[in-house]
């Protein structure tokens, strides 16, 4: 089936959005959506796989535990987190959606 990965995103974006969209396995492939979104004060994402992330679309800023500037990230940027580098999203455009292509696997 076809699909495409701008579509349905809705106008109204109070939370991000996170879908997966193929899992097999030990993969699992996600979209995330965004809109002027971040972690929350003090909250650090620590997983059990590694994660390979591009963002499409947008803007946004990571931080990875050990570094001390937030990586921006521009369309066409990836970056990829080994399990359990801690890591949070700073900041994501608040004037447009940011759309990433997560890829977990271990």
């Avoid at 109070?14 to 396995?25: F, T, W």
């Avoid at 992330?53 to 369309?75: D, F, I, N, Y």
Wanted: aromatic share 8%; charged share 25%.
């Amino acid at each position: 089936m076809k699909t495409n990965l701008f579509s349905g995103i809705p106008h109204s974006l109070s939370h991000e959005i996170s879908e997966v969209l193929c899992h097999a396995g030990e993969l699992r492939i996600e979209r995330i959506v965004s809109r002027g979104h971040s972690s929350p004060p003090g909250f650090w994402y620590d997983q059990d796989e590694h994660e390979f992330v591009l963002l499409v679309k947008g803007r946004a800023g990571l931080t990875l535990e050990g570094h001390s500037a937030p990586v921006v990230l521009e369309v066409g940027d990836w970056v990829e987190i080994k399990a359990h580098v801690r890591h949070r999203v700073e900041w994501t455009a608040p004037d447009q959606d940011t759309v990433w292509l997560a890829v977990h696997y271990r």
